[in-house]
């Protein structure tokens, strides 16, 4: 179970103190919208990121976790007209795609990054790095962006579909070809409107557990709150099992279509192709 508190969204802007969405044309409505979420998810990461880990406002410790973060796929910061002849190729192979996708991929996502940057610009004013010296937007953004958006998730109906980036979760793999995931990702709200009172008392521990099953005390409270996140196993994990999580589809590379394979590599840094 990962408390709610612990996973950074574009509302964590507010929560950590540092901005309010009112201040940009558009107003908090359009925080996770489909076109700008991402820039409200990096511009909370980077304040985040230079946010005081002793601050007594600050329950989670945002800067030595987002200075963790790393992997993803290719920055999608740098320029189309950048890339080799054989980098372009080495990435059709890796994602069993045609150079045209792969380079159609990484103009789409360096466009997205351009459109962001200046909402970013918008949104947050330029932060202080950890020593207190001036830090510039685009710098900040091009390091973290990309790493942000491999890390996210969707966070389900509880969440209103908003975007965030889960601890744990964010280190999960997507399953190699031939193989599926074996964990599913689900907030605590989202598993009480289908699954089983049984299996919902299991989750939450004792009080919980004497709740569902008819518990009358006054007052008395369930240990998790609706949005907490849960991790739900697919199928039987066995102890040194590695954690996969499906990040389009089912998982099978082999039947991934080509442009989804090429952005599973430039987004995630997973090679689905055949090798």
């Given at each position: 179970?990962?408390?709610?508190?612990?996973?950074?969204?574009?509302?964590?802007?507010?929560?950590?103190?540092?901005?309010?969405?009112?201040?940009?044309?558009?107003?908090?409505?359009?925080?996770?919208?489909?076109?700008?979420?991402?820039?409200?998810?990096?511009?909370?990461?980077?304040?985040?990121?230079?946010?005081?880990?002793?601050?007594?406002?600050?329950?989670?410790?945002?800067?030595?976790?987002i200075h963790s973060w790393t992997g993803g796929g290719d920055s999608p910061s740098r320029r189309p007209e950048s890339y080799s002849q054989d980098e372009l190729s080495r990435l059709a192979q890796l994602a069993g795609s045609s150079q045209a996708v792969v380079l159609e991929a990484i103009n789409a996502r360096f466009a997205s990054y351009v459109r962001h940057l200046d909402q970013i610009s918008a949104i947050v004013a330029s932060p202080l790095d950890i020593t207190g010296a001036p830090r510039k937007i685009e710098e900040d953004a091009a390091a973290l962006y990309g790493v942000v958006l491999s890390r996210s998730a969707n966070l389900g109906p509880t969440w209103d579909y908003t975007r965030g980036v889960i601890p744990l979760h964010d280190m999960l793999n997507h399953p190699p070809p031939g193989t599926g995931a074996n964990v599913e990702l689900f907030s605590y709200g989202d598993i009480k409107s289908f699954a089983p009172p049984d299996a919902v008392a299991g989750i939450g521990g004792k009080e919980s557990e004497d709740r569902n099953r008819g518990g009358t005390m006054p007052n008395e409270r369930s240990t998790l709150d609706d949005q907490d996140i849960v991790l739900v196993a697919r199928k039987t994990i066995h102890l040194g099992d590695e954690l996969f999580l499906s990040y389009k589809g089912k998982g099978e590379g082999d039947n991934t279509e080509e442009k989804q394979r090429a952005w599973l590599l430039l987004q995630y840094g997973f090679p689905l192709g055949r090798q």
């Open positions: 179970m990962i408390p709610r508190r612990c996973v950074l969204t574009a509302d964590s802007l507010e929560e950590i103190g540092k901005i309010s969405h009112s201040g940009v044309s558009g107003g908090a409505g359009k925080a996770n919208s489909r076109s700008s979420w991402p820039a409200y998810l990096t511009a909370s990461a980077l304040r985040a990121l230079h946010s005081s880990p002793s601050s007594a406002a600050n329950e989670v410790d945002w800067p030595t976790w």
